[in-house]
């Protein structure tokens, strides 16, 4: 009987972190945001590219949040928006995240001269601001959304690499990865079956927290002109285009908030997870 309550105040207490007032705003916001990307054709009230109303539209009950210098509804390009920015930020952490784990956990689990060699490639590229070399792989590449996605992946893999690094020389020195050698476990064996739920709630976690920081900069690329191109409705972008009109400050506006809400939802769940996962810090928001 005694087991059976512990275990349910312990379920309490996890599912009282969730309910932390910035979390469930941020979950709020997403939600709202990925039912606005879904429905896009339903919800927006004009064709994201159709060139049929006045220019220069101020905020009105016709065009809740005007149009553009080519005569633009500015919140149907907003909602479209959201089918680029969200997934293509999504994409990139995961592929940041897949292959930082990888690189950090050859590095870790090998060590040595292997070790060595990849953490110096990793500190090559925290050597550079992220922004200026996702901008000169990005030039390289040619400007194209797809392009701008590879340039951040290749900028923010080494943080990835550094936590599953760190992460994988603490846990090999465990027993039952010891064990798991002696019994004749291959390495990668072990490093699936034994190490990587250990490395899964950090990696997510920091995954979680990236995915902010990785809208941002998908944002400046598409604002420097090297992201997405026109005719395709990106926030990053129509904040550029409000950067060219800035006496009609609506133009730049609500993309601008567009992004800054996205951003502070990611934020606040990550902040959620990384509170959840921590028994130190989750400890103290139930006491």
Do not use: C
């Amino acid at each position: 009987m005694t087991m059976v309550t512990k275990k349910m105040k312990k379920s309490k207490n996890s599912n009282s972190i969730w309910r932390q007032p910035l979390a469930v705003v941020g979950i709020g916001i997403i939600v709202i945001w990925t039912l606005l990307a879904i429905f896009a054709p339903w919800i927006a009230p004009y064709n994201p590219n159709a060139q049929d109303a006045a220019k220069f539209l101020a905020p009105s009950a016709a065009h809740w949040m005007g149009t553009d210098e080519l005569n633009r509804d500015i919140l149907s390009r907003v909602i479209f928006g959201a089918r680029i920015s969200l997934p293509y930020s999504l994409l990139l952490v995961a592929l940041s995240a897949t292959l930082g784990s990888i690189v950090g956990a050859i590095s870790g689990y090998a060590g040595g001269k292997i070790d060595s060699f990849l953490m110096r490639v990793t500190d090559v590229f925290f050597a550079f601001p992220g922004i200026v070399l996702a901008m000169a792989v990005a030039a390289a590449l040619g400007p194209q959304i797809r392009n701008a996605v590879i340039a951040i992946t290749i900028v923010a893999w080494p943080v990835y690499a550094r936590l599953v690094r760190g992460l994988i020389l603490n846990a090999k020195q465990n027993d039952y990865v010891t064990a798991s050698s002696l019994l004749g476990s291959s390495s990668l064996r072990t490093l699936i079956v034994d190490l990587r739920p250990n490395l899964s709630g950090p990696v997510f976690v920091l995954a979680a927290l990236e995915v902010g920081n990785a809208l941002l900069l998908l944002s400046g690329l598409s604002f420097l002109g090297l992201g997405a191109q026109p005719p395709a409705s990106e926030w990053g972008s129509m904040v550029s285009l409000g950067a060219e009109n800035f006496d009609r400050w609506w133009v730049g506006l609500f993309p601008g908030l567009a992004i800054l809400t996205a951003v502070l939802a990611f934020t606040f769940i990550g902040d959620a997870l990384r509170d959840a996962m921590d028994p130190r810090t989750a400890k103290a928001l139930r006491d």
